[in-house]
């Protein structure tokens, strides 16, 4: 039974899908525990991404304007769909929305019926710091202890956990261009035993460590991290560099690695490698996690993972999120297709006039035309 018939197999097909609001998401991870919830969601990247020949996939959908992106990420395989809805709009906590929000359906392919309705905002953060430990476990060298955090914002303590719990990090090094971002981290991570290191820049908060994680948000061609702050045998998490026009890595950077990417044509227009030119070579993480390509060919190598998100990480925290809401009882049943007697008559559900008779008081029968 694949992962995914082992979802569906406890799905209702009714048109009544799961339905898992922000609150009953967060009551999910509370209850499960955060560091179980990236280790979970990272156990179904890894058997999906194992049987990656398994699925439709496409690049992502995105619509851009000055101040953001709203992207669709569809992907499939022959049990099961699900596609997210997702924005990027850095500007957006000067007027107290976040950069990021998020929602997606899982659906049965058979029938086409949704089989759970989600957000995805807080789940993003989960499955982005689930694929950036499950890459380094795979990339990174052994006994990798320190790591450099640049850019503490939303994600951040997020990636700090992951990596603590999934790859044995206990020490931070961190750099912001905004102070009260670091601040916000150090106090969220106050009670986690990692070892937390403010530096005053760039530069010194790489110097000494194993992997450096860049998730910076500005939607531009920045340069934050140059070939001479690199180090033999360093590994980069490279995860702000996600769309067409903003990338994070020195070009020098990339000439001096071995680069692993998601889905090579998403990451050729959006990832720090759209800077490169298109014979490029890369490898991508489904090859290293499946023994047909290799990863890190040495201790002294540099290995960059170009991360940009993709759609089958969504699927695998879907389908994480689905089977754990089942489990525990949690969620709502959501009215989101019309209930009809005759599937073949839509129009006889106006006249019924029986789905909320106490909201909807019109007598059955009766259809106001126009």
Same mark, same amino acid.
């Given at each position: 039974?694949?992962?995914?018939?082992?979802?569906?197999?406890?799905?209702?097909?009714?048109?009544?899908?799961?339905?898992?609001?922000?609150?009953?998401?967060?009551?999910?991870?509370? #209850?499960?525990?955060?560091?179980?919830?990236?280790?979970?969601?990272?156990?179904?990247? &890894?058997?999906?991404?194992?049987?990656?020949?398994?699925?439709?996939?496409?690049?992502?959908?995105?619509?851009?304007?000055?101040?953001?992106?709203?992207?669709?990420?569809?992907?499939?395989?022959?049990?099961?769909?699900?596609?997210?809805?997702?924005?990027?709009?850095?500007?957006?906590?000067?007027?107290?929305?976040?950069?990021?929000?998020?929602?997606?359906?899982?659906?049965?392919?058979?029938? @086409?019926?949704?089989?759970?309705?989600?957000?995805?905002?807080?789940?993003?953060?989960? #499955?982005?710091?689930?694929?950036?430990?499950?890459?380094?476990?795979?990339?990174?060298?052994?006994?990798? #202890?320190?790591?450099?955090?640049?850019?503490?914002?939303?994600?951040?303590?997020?990636?700090?956990?992951?990596? &603590?719990?999934?790859?044995?990090?206990?020490?931070?090094?961190?750099?912001?261009?905004?102070? &009260?971002?670091?601040?916000?981290?150090?106090?969220?991570?106050?009670?986690?035993?990692? #070892?937390?290191?403010?530096?005053?820049?760039?530069?010194?908060? +790489?110097?000494?460590?194993?992997?450096?994680?860049?998730?910076?948000?500005?939607?531009?061609?920045?340069?934050?991290?140059?070939?001479?702050?690199?180090?033999?045998?360093?590994?980069?998490?490279?995860? @702000?560099?996600?769309?067409?026009?903003?990338?994070?890595?020195? !070009?020098?950077?990339?000439?001096?690695?071995?680069?692993?990417?998601?889905?090579?044509? &998403?990451?050729?227009?959006?990832?720090?490698?759209?800077?490169?030119?298109?014979?490029?070579? +890369?490898?991508?993480?489904?090859?290293?996690?499946? @023994?047909?390509?290799?990863?890190?060919?040495?201790? !002294?190598?540099?290995?960059?993972?170009?991360?940009?998100?993709?759609?089958?990480?969504?699927?695998?925290?879907?389908?994480?999120?689905?089977? !754990?809401?089942?489990?525990?009882?949690?969620?709502?049943?959501?009215?989101?297709?019309?209930?009809?007697?005759?599937?073949?008559?839509?129009?006889?559900?106006?006249?019924?006039?029986?789905?909320?008779?106490?909201?909807?008081?019109?007598?059955?029968?009766?259809?106001?035309?126009?």
């Amino acid at each position: 039974m694949t992962s995914s018939q082992n979802t569906l197999s406890k799905a209702s097909f009714s048109t009544m899908p799961l339905y898992l609001s922000a609150p009953d998401a967060v009551a999910l991870v509370r #209850r499960k525990g955060l560091k179980n919830c990236i280790a979970g969601i990272a156990a179904n990247i &890894q058997a999906d991404f194992f049987r990656w020949t398994d699925f439709d996939k496409s690049a992502r959908v995105a619509n851009h304007s000055k101040d953001g992106v709203i992207e669709l990420m569809p992907i499939s395989d022959d049990m099961a769909y699900s596609f997210k809805y997702v924005n990027g709009h850095p500007k957006n906590t000067a007027i107290g929305l976040p950069t990021v929000m998020a929602f997606g359906v899982l659906a049965d392919v058979a029938t @086409g019926a949704p089989t759970l309705v989600s957000e995805l905002t807080l789940t993003t953060a989960l #499955r982005t710091a689930a694929t950036s430990a499950l890459a380094a476990k795979t990339l990174a060298r052994p006994g990798s #202890r320190v790591m450099a955090l640049i850019g503490n914002g939303a994600q951040s303590e997020f990636q700090a956990i992951a990596f &603590q719990h999934l790859m044995g990090i206990d020490t931070l090094r961190l750099f912001d261009i905004d102070p &009260q971002a670091t601040a916000k981290l150090l106090a969220n991570l106050s009670g986690s035993r990692l #070892r937390l290191k403010v530096c005053t820049s760039i530069a010194e908060a +790489v110097k000494g460590a194993d992997i450096v994680t860049t998730i910076t948000a500005d939607k531009a061609c920045a340069t934050i991290l140059t070939a001479d702050m690199l180090a033999p045998g360093m590994h980069i998490n490279a995860v @702000g560099g996600d769309c067409p026009g903003k990338t994070e890595l020195a !070009a020098e950077v990339l000439h001096a690695a071995k680069v692993f990417v998601e889905f090579t044509p &998403q990451t050729r227009i959006e990832g720090d490698i759209q800077q490169m030119p298109a014979e490029f070579v +890369v490898t991508e993480l489904w090859e290293v996690l499946n @023994g047909t390509r290799s990863g890190r060919e040495s201790d !002294a190598q540099i290995t960059v993972f170009d991360s940009v998100g993709f759609a089958l990480e969504d699927f695998s925290a879907l389908r994480f999120m689905h089977d !754990a809401a089942l489990a525990l009882g949690m969620g709502e049943r959501l009215a989101l297709i019309p209930q009809m007697v005759d599937p073949k008559n839509l129009f006889g559900t106006l006249l019924e006039g029986i789905s909320h008779p106490a909201t909807h008081p019109m007598a059955p029968g009766t259809v106001v035309i126009a």
